[in-house]
């Protein structure tokens, strides 16, 4: 029998959901061993494994998915740790993205592990230039809202009309690199914040780029509403099982179980042109992963699924909440780390996918607390309690926290520019 949302369930959904945001807060790498003297200082963690204590540092992308988490919790309770720990952690944003005038080309791209590195993918860059954005919602603050739309002008510049948005920039020298075929669906979700800096700015140069990369995502869904890695599977070799892909048998490898948000820049295509193409190609995606879904690896994947269900649900104006609940004990719940005293893994989520059933270190998977899984369940959890939306990877961004920024600190907040297409 189905279940039901009930106002417990969402007390529930909200008190855990806001472990996972202490979680980003407590491991967060304030004390490192060279204290004075260590450029991880303030990083959040990629992975932690616990049976060790040993942890990996985060990179572009880690960061900006804890700034989604951190600023739905201080949007919702105004608790100034959330925003202290996001704001700490983008100065390592920052220090990502070198706004050198210089580098006409790549001005606006961020790089991916370390300031002197040569290699700023952009689908990585997006989901932190998404969380720059997310925090220019809490703050006004305009250097945040500065840097997201450098990297959403670097995409939108650099765009082309055959083969889309770039795939990753270098600097030594400067130039930029292009996916070629067959057509990568996940790599669309790189203009997430083009639509986040559109409902802000309301700059029209984004929409274009938004509506090529939906149609791209299209080109990828077969009929049963899944949704396929690439466009055409006979160009490549069957891939193997990791954190996006490679589950079952056949063509079924090739379908995507940890699609990195990309259901956003449909959903975003809808609202722009109100085509049903897109809400109706969306329905039947949902509708897929719910009779098809969920499996116990990629542990990371429900939580992107059940984000997905909710949101097409929210914008289709239907109610599948309860296949949510009826698997979020088992694949959401179950994997929260609570109660080991241990404040590097206490409130995150276990389950690395992406060096086959362990990490780096060794052990198992469940061994590990990850910024990947705590990020999407929590984004689960915060859309169950009926506070939070999942902020960068969602369509519905952060709701109306623009507008209150805007009351309580006008003189910070850049203006609204005309929407026009």
């Known amino acids: 029998m189905s279940k039901s949302l009930t106002e417990a369930d969402k007390t529930i959904f909200l008190e855990r959901a806001l472990k996972a945001a202490d979680w980003f807060v407590n491991s967060q790498l304030k004390n490192p061993p060279l204290l004075g003297a260590d450029a991880n200082m303030y990083r959040f963690l990629y992975y932690y494994f616990m049976p060790e204590k040993k942890y990996v540092p985060g990179?572009?992308?880690?960061?900006?998915?804890?700034l989604f988490v951190l600023a739905d919790a201080y949007n919702i309770t105004g608790d100034a740790r959330y925003l202290e720990a996001a704001e700490l952690g983008a100065r390592y944003i920052r220090a990502l993205q070198p706004l050198d005038p210089y580098y006409s080309v790549t001005h606006g791209a961020i790089v991916e592990r370390y300031p002197h590195e040569n290699f700023a993918g952009t689908l990585d860059g997006a989901q932190a230039a998404s969380g720059l954005l997310m925090l220019y919602h809490c703050t006004g603050n305009p250097d945040y809202l500065r840097r997201?739309?450098?990297?959403?002008?670097?995409l939108a510049r650099n765009w082309r009309r055959d083969v889309g948005v770039p795939r990753h920039a270098s600097f030594y020298p400067e130039q930029v690199y292009y996916p070629g075929d067959p057509v990568d669906a996940i790599h669309q979700a790189t203009c997430?914040?083009?639509?986040?800096?559109?409902?802000?700015?309301?700059?029209?140069?984004?929409?274009?780029?938004?509506l090529d990369a939906a149609d791209r995502i299209l080109t990828c869904q077969r009929e049963d509403g899944g949704i396929y890695a690439i466009c055409d599977i006979r160009a490549m070799e069957a891939l193997p099982l990791n954190h996006h892909w490679g589950l079952g048998e056949g063509d079924d490898r090739y379908l995507l179980r940890n699609d990195d948000g990309m259901v956003v820049i449909v959903l975003a295509a809808y609202k722009l042109t109100g085509n049903a193409k897109y809400l109706d190609a969306m329905v039947r995606y949902g509708q897929w992963i719910m009779k098809n879904e969920p499996h116990v690896r990629p542990f990371n994947a429900f939580g992107v699924q059940a984000n997905n269900v909710l949101?097409?649900?929210?914008?289709?104006?239907?109610?599948?909440?309860?296949?949510v609940l009826d698997?979020?004990?088992?694949?959401?719940?179950?994997?929260?780390?609570?109660?080991?005293?241990?404040?590097?893994?206490?409130?995150?989520?276990?389950?690395e996918d992406e060096e086959g059933n362990a990490g780096i270190f060794g052990g198992h998977a469940l061994d590990y607390v990850v910024t990947r899984t705590t990020c999407y369940l929590a984004g689960t959890l915060f859309r169950l309690s009926g506070k939070g939306t999942g902020t960068?990877?969602?369509?519905f961004g952060m709701g109306d926290s623009l507008e209150r920024v805007a009351r309580r600190n006008t003189d910070n907040v850049a203006p609204i520019r005309t929407k026009s297409h």
Request: glycine share 14%.
């Open 59 to 66: 990179i572009n992308w880690t960061h900006g998915r804890a």
């Open 148 to 154: 997201g739309r450098a990297f959403c002008d670097f």
């Open 192 to 210: 997430i914040p083009l639509w986040h800096c559109y409902n802000i700015t309301g700059e029209g140069r984004y929409v274009e780029v938004i």
């Open 311 to 323: 949101d097409i649900a929210r914008m289709a104006n239907k109610d599948w909440t309860s296949w």
């Open 327 to 351: 698997h979020v004990q088992k694949h959401c719940l179950d994997l929260q780390m609570l109660g080991s005293g241990d404040p590097m893994a206490d409130g995150g989520f276990r389950g």
């Open 392 to 395: 960068g990877f969602s369509v």
